[in-house]
């Protein structure tokens, strides 16, 4: 019986070779697609899900609430709160500081390298699952004189080497033993560092962090088992209260494992995060399987309309309906089994490229549940798409099938229907596409306020530092390069506030929340930040220290019509107004202009240098020899802040890239169906067309007359497609405080792109059919 079954198979695939051919292409195409968005997904969302009780893991988060009731939420505290929750929070199991990501030069004889890692305190390895591999592996900072380095760290520097008990000397400052070796972050963590430091090496550099006057750490509280978080994030609000008088924050507790996935916040409350992207891409996989299964359905009913005669012989010769419904389920599930076999196969050969342009270090088969989905879905495809013929052409009556009657007609509206759905998901596709897509160029393109191109960027180094004022002049003396300047956040990442911050005039209520950025003379005029009033600061006028430059939303929320002059009170000290900039993007386009101070300090972090475009690879090559001869030992590591500014947005950009890619492959699945639909209805009518051709009709009759119903169903598909399109992307665009707008240009190009694509496979096919000779049709009867 099986051999009979697979004979009539394989004769029914060999004489429609290339139905068959299209069907398992349009199907492996949608699975294979589909892998690599379900791939994508579940990467996303095993990060930080390997730490061991990481569900009880939580960050502290605080939300501002000023005058206006807008609310904003900050990720830094204070040095002295993991101590406080320790001893007033018995819930809590540990508390740990930890500084956020910096670089620091480590250096072993003649090696040196600028790597990037944290200060934190000691227990932050029983905290967070990164097991040391080397060295004292159950307290890997036993003293302050410690450090616990990656094994890529270690092998860099040591070459080999045993490193454990070897002393590093670390931004020429400290010279610290390394107790431990880790292994090196692994691809699912949002952790990624090369070294960790005892924190009081920190507070010891730095001891004004010791106070609650200053929030810029991150502290992480593991909280015991079956603990109650309500009742966690009172306590925690007490703490502040009790030790802080001037802190008008209300803090909470945030799941660490959520962060890679909800991080951002609006209105005080998580507002989403790369979770969106992980929806949009959820729906994505939905849409393209629907597609290619709608697809295979669709060819598969239309073959379902040759076989009437082939069921009423067999049911004549003896043949059962279960027989019948066995044969057309067998050849479906083998069909799309093939199809399952080439979508592996495909994943696995792009599987390089696709890691490439996402980031990412993905494998196929590290995790086989994706893959048994898939399998799962490989076998419920075929059997929808098998079920209706099966059972359809099963009940025919042998003696109507034998006489030719057609049942196609109730066929025909299944497949209308199906081919509407599918043709309306990939209008939604790439009109959502687009939009993404146009979003994407306009963040990059945006003017934010200040010059990012052509500014070259790096860190600065002690050595450097200690000489700062002649560096600067030797490096203006460099031909190509306009300007020097220093500050201590990137422009476009300004991320610190100041709360205690007052004026005449203010209100008691008034509770406001600045964004401040410190720097030197130079900076405004080497990123050319336009100076609406007042002046610059200058390094002759003392007082300067004191003074502060403020943007347009600064002034305007204080006041200040003439803002030049005005005293501006930080704590007991006073300030003057020296200056007013135009508003310039300074944190996320996520985010709106917020009030910025700028202030005059010394020790700033990153370098600014403009240089000119023509010249730039030799004022490169002159710096850097500039550099070397100021810190011989210090590598001179640098970047375009053009090129750090997109890397800001890096995930977006995937996600436009991306996006744009599915959807085109979408309309390609859909086209696929279209196609072999097309040119099925065509061979059906092979002979209709041959006599009307021989009764004077014209090519052009010939091709409207097969086209009118592909082109009626595409009308209807984007009538419902361009709606919802429209409805999606501005739901989207609502994450962007400043964002393109979700115009009709850009949904009606989408349609047309859609409708020309299905004309074009519609109308090759047709065309074909009506300039061809009609005595080829007609031949044989």
């Not at 591999?133 to 760290?153: F, R």
């Not at 993905?362 to 048994?372: A, G, H, P, V, W």
């Amino acid at each position: 019986m099986l051999k009979q079954y697979l004979t009539i198979a394989f004769r029914h695939f060999s004489r429609y070779k290339k139905y068959t051919l299209i069907n398992t292409a349009g199907l492996s195409m949608g699975l294979a697609l589909s892998m690599f968005i379900l791939l994508w997904i579940t990467d996303e969302s095993r990060i930080d899900k390997f730490h061991h009780e990481g569900e009880r893991i939580y960050r502290v988060f605080n939300n501002y609430t000023y005058s206006d009731g807008a609310i904003t939420t900050g990720y830094l505290s204070q040095s002295p709160l993991a101590e406080a929750v320790l001893n007033e929070i018995p819930e809590a199991q540990q508390a740990i500081r930890v500084s956020p990501l910096f670089q620091s030069l480590f250096q072993f004889e003649n090696v040196g390298f600028s790597e990037s890692g944290y200060y934190a305190d000691r227990p932050f390895f029983e905290m967070f699952t990164f097991p040391p591999v080397n060295g004292n592996l159950t307290d890997p900072l036993p003293d302050k004189n410690s450090v616990a380095i990656s094994q890529s760290l270690s092998n860099k520097l040591f070459k080999g080497q045993n490193p454990i008990g070897k002393i590093l000397k670390v931004d020429k400052l400290h010279d610290l033993r390394v107790t431990a070796i880790f292994a090196d972050p692994p691809a699912h963590s949002s952790l990624k560092f090369s070294f960790v430091i005892p924190f009081e090496v920190l507070l010891d550099d730095q001891p004004g962090l010791k106070g609650w006057e200053n929030n810029s750490l991150f502290t992480y509280i593991k909280l015991k088992p079956g603990t109650s978080l309500k009742t966690v994030n009172q306590k925690l609000n007490a703490i502040f209260k009790k030790n802080c008088s001037s802190c008008r924050n209300e803090s909470f507790l945030f799941p660490f494992e959520d962060l890679h996935l909800y991080g951002q916040f609006k209105d005080g409350k998580a507002s989403g995060g790369r979770i969106e992207y992980v929806r949009i891409f959820i729906f994505t996989v939905l849409f393209i399987l629907f597609m290619a299964c709608a697809n295979f359905t669709n060819l598969a009913t239309a073959q379902a309309t040759t076989r009437w005669r082939e069921v009423g012989v067999r049911k004549v010769a003896g043949a059962h309906k279960r027989m019948l419904i066995q044969q057309f389920l067998g050849e479906s599930v083998f069909l799309s089994t093939v199809s399952f076999v080439f979508a592996i196969v495909v994943v696995e050969l792009l599987m390089p490229f696709f890691n490439g342009l996402t980031n990412k270090n993905i494998s196929l088969f590290e995790d086989t549940t994706t893959l048994m989905s898939f399998a799962g879905v490989t076998l419920f495809t075929g059997l929808l798409a098998g079920t209706y013929p099966a059972f359809y052409l099963s009940s025919v009556k042998p003696v109507h099938a034998l006489k030719g009657m057609s049942y196609s007609s109730q066929l025909g509206g299944l497949r209308k229907s199906l081919v509407i759905f599918q043709f309306s998901l990939s209008v939604i596709l790439i009109a959502s596409s687009f939009t993404v897509h146009k979003q994407i160029a306009f963040v990059r393109s945006k003017n934010l306020g200040f010059e990012k191109e052509n500014i070259l960027t790096f860190t600065l180094s002690e050595n450097v530092a200690s000489s700062l004022d002649g560096f600067k002049t030797q490096v203006k003396q460099i031909p190509g390069v306009e300007a020097i300047g220093l500050a201590n956040q990137q422009p476009f990442r300004v991320l610190r506030f100041w709360n205690d911050i007052s004026w005449p005039g203010k209100s008691k209520d008034q509770t406001i929340s600045f964004d401040v950025l410190t720097c030197d003379e130079g900076f405004i005029p080497a990123l050319k930040i336009q100076l609406i009033e007042g002046r610059n600061f200058t390094p002759e006028d003392r007082e300067d220290s004191r003074n502060f430059i403020i943007n347009e939303t600064a002034a305007a929320i204080m006041g200040l019509k003439d803002p030049i002059g005005a005293s501006i009170f930080t704590g007991s000290d006073e300030g003057k107004v020296i200056g007013l900039v135009k508003d310039f993007n300074h944190t996320s386009l996520h985010r709106k202009i917020g009030p910025l101070l700028i202030s005059h300090r010394d020790n700033n972090r990153f370098v600014f240098v403009r240089i000119t475009g023509k010249a730039a690879e030799s004022s490169i090559a002159q710096l850097q020899q500039l550099h070397k001869k100021h810190d011989p030992d210090s590598p001179f590591q640098y970047q375009f802040l053009g090129e750090t500014f997109n890397r800001e947005y890096e995930s977006e950009n995937v996600m436009g890239t991306l996006s744009l890619t599915f959807a085109a492959i979408a309309i390609f699945i859909c086209c696929i169906g279209l196609f072999g639909l097309v040119s099925f209805v065509i061979e059906r009518r092979s002979k209709e067309i041959g006599i009307r051709r021989v009764l004077g009709a014209g090519a052009n009759t010939i091709v409207i007359l097969l086209s009118r119903d592909f082109i009626f169903i595409i009308l209807i598909a984007l009538a419902i497609a361009l709606p919802l399109a429209f409805y999606i992307a501005n739901q989207w665009l609502q994450n962007f405080a400043y964002r393109v707008d979700a115009n009709w240009d850009v949904f009606a190009a989408a349609g047309a792109v859609s409708a020309f694509v299905a004309l074009v496979t519609v109308s090759a096919e047709t065309l074909k059919a009506a300039i061809a000779n009609p005595v080829d049709s007609l031949r044989n009867e």
